[in-house]
């Protein structure tokens, strides 16, 4: 298992030196190399925190369980985890969706998805969201903040709508040009890429309406996977893969209020689950631990130490909802070629007649 990460955890067995590795983004064409700056050095500018900020890293997460109490934890805590704990918990909400690219939080996500982490690839990106600390404080903080939380992820994707092209142009031609260029901090590429991808599963959780034609808009503007036969322009992997726009358009589109809407409205969103019900599995919910947890669970170190997991009980967890990229019958939504599938580009078109047709007043 440990030979499939992309740039390694380095694993001392005997638990003494951990080294945290790097993630590649196969997608752009490159070896992206990036360095893990220390949680201090958090890119956005830290206000004064408040008693009740500085208690955020000790509490338990809302709805959160805890398992039983187990033997000792077969694995040393890592000073990684504690920064990212402390740095996120005195965080406000503005600053969490600011934040949302910073390598503290990314790196740990992406490390030990097999195969690499690709921004084309539904299914690593969603499982980079999902394991994201920030939006799993998010999640719990919308139990009292969702409106400040919707407003802000809609401007997130309005941003990328703005500033997408000319980000992606960028970032191709450095790791062209500087195929090992040391990355301290994400550029503007990623702080829209992984951000946009973040905002989407957030909209579609939390059931903002509203957001569905700026979510499918950004597939629509921005996702180009050929090249034009005409101006020869590169192809350009929008922000967002497709499979993860079509998941987001069914859960908003299945919850809209039916007697909010008018007869042709209901007429397409009926035509849009005919197809979509069918063919979209449910919600996939797993236990994770909270994002205050000592431990991750995705750990890489878990699977060499302690096969068994025997650190985490005693942990707080939850459980989070994951979005499927795969029809029922296994066929995959969008592929990490750029390939979306017909039934994806049918529910796509679907969903943006839904949109037109429900004229978006927010219920």
Not at 162 to 167: E, F, R
Not at 194 to 223: C, G, R
Not at 283 to 312: C, F, G, H, M, S
């Amino acid at each position: 298992m440990m030979n499939k990460l992309i740039m390694p955890w380095v694993l001392a067995l005997s638990g003494v030196i951990v080294l945290a590795g790097i993630t590649t983004d196969r997608s752009m064409c490159g070896a992206l190399r990036a360095n893990m700056p220390p949680a201090s050095q958090a890119a956005s500018p830290k206000p004064a925190i408040t008693q009740d900020r500085a208690a955020a890293a000790n509490r338990p997460a809302a709805n959160a369980t805890t398992s039983p109490a187990g033997a000792k934890p077969q694995i040393a805590p890592l000073d990684w985890q504690a920064d990212r704990v402390s740095t996120i918990g005195k965080e406000s909400i503005a600053e969490l969706a600011a934040n949302l690219a910073n390598f503290d939080d990314v790196h740990m996500a992406e490390t030990s998805i097999e195969n690499g982490v690709m921004a084309v690839d539904a299914a690593a990106q969603i499982e980079v969201v999902t394991r994201l600390a920030r939006v799993r404080r998010l999640l719990e903080e919308s139990a009292q903040h969702r409106d400040e939380i919707v407003v802000l992820m809609r401007r997130q994707l309005s941003d990328t709508l703005v500033q997408y092209g000319d980000a992606y142009a960028e970032f191709q031609r450095i790791i062209s040009t500087e195929p090992m260029h040391r990355w301290t901090e994400p550029g503007t590429y990623r702080r829209l890429q992984n951000p946009s991808v973040a905002a989407t599963y957030l909209l579609a959780i939390l059931h903002d309406y509203q957001s569905l034609p700026l979510i499918l808009e950004v597939y629509e503007k921005l996702y180009k996977p050929d090249r034009s036969p005409i101006t020869k322009a590169l192809k350009q992997y929008g922000p967002v893969p497709p499979a993860i726009t079509v998941y987001a358009a069914y859960l908003l589109i299945e919850a809209f209020p039916i007697e909010k809407l008018s007869a042709s409205a209901r007429q397409a969103r009926s035509s849009f689950l005919d197809l979509a019900t069918p063919v979209l599995p449910p919600l996939i919910q797993k236990k994770v631990t909270t994002w205050n947890a000592a431990y991750e669970e995705e750990d890489p170190r878990l699977q060499v130490l302690d096969p068994n997991r025997i650190t985490l009980r005693g942990q707080p967890a939850t459980t989070i909802d994951i979005f499927p990229v795969k029809f029922v019958d296994g066929e995959v939504i969008s592929d990490t070629r750029g390939y979306v599938a017909p039934r994806g580009v049918e529910l796509l078109a679907k969903a943006r007649a839904f949109a037109t047709a429900a004229n978006f007043v927010n219920p």
